[in-house]
């Protein structure tokens, strides 16, 4: 195995950068199958090797580590369908009832932008079923997509405290209250071009 304890180092290393930035536990992903075929290859040699002294911990670990997966995937399944739906459905209607109240002048210069990726993602899944145009979102990889055109000189932005766009907008304000992470705010008056503005506001922050 001396050829691959660059994986470990690896790994290891990884997990403290994660930690520490802080990242997501996925982030790992692709090394999971790695370091646990590792793993499963050293017993296998110390049960050829005839080191069995610890041999009667395999059986209760399988066990443990089949009811922990199915746990994980039974309370995920739950959440994902009890919770992610309704959220991102809520979030879509209020924008859409925002969206909609506006003047139709103010309305055909409007864009809608999610304050994360997240938000933005919910927005362009439920587009077509509320009648939503595009999302557009500086956060994460969505940042890295074209900006609002430019005749968009209004804003509907959906997430929390707007602050970053408030130097950028003669007037912002709140029309819909969301909770927290989940308001509706209509940003008036963009005082520079989407071009310029657009690297200004994008971010790789996870919150």
Do not use: K, N
Request: charged letters at 15%; proline letters at 7%; hydrophobic letters at 40%.
């Amino acid at each position: 195995m001396r050829p691959y304890r660059f994986l470990a180092v690896t790994f290891l290393v990884l997990y403290a950068v994660f930690v520490a930035a802080p990242g997501r536990p996925y982030y790992l992903g692709g090394l999971y199958g790695i370091v646990a075929a590792a793993g499963a290859l050293g017993l296998q040699r110390r049960r050829e090797a005839g080191r069995t002294r610890f041999r009667w911990v395999a059986w209760p670990a399988y066990a443990l580590s089949a009811v922990a997966a199915g746990g994980l995937l039974l309370f995920s399944a739950t959440t994902i369908t009890s919770t992610s739906d309704e959220i991102g459905r809520a979030i879509a209607q209020r924008t859409s009832t925002a969206h909609r109240a506006l003047a139709p002048e103010t309305r055909e210069h409007t864009a809608v932008l999610g304050g994360s990726y997240i938000v933005a993602a919910y927005l362009d899944g439920y587009s077509l079923q509320y009648g939503l145009p595009q999302a557009y979102s500086s956060s994460r990889g969505y940042g890295w997509f074209p900006p609002p055109p430019e005749d968009d000189t209004t804003v509907l932005f959906v997430g929390g405290d707007p602050d970053a766009l408030r130097p950028h907008f003669s007037d912002v304000r709140m029309v819909a209250d969301g909770g927290q992470d989940a308001s509706v705010w209509l940003c008036t008056g963009r005082r520079e071009p989407w071009v310029d503005l657009w690297p200004r506001l994008r971010t790789l922050t996870v919150g």
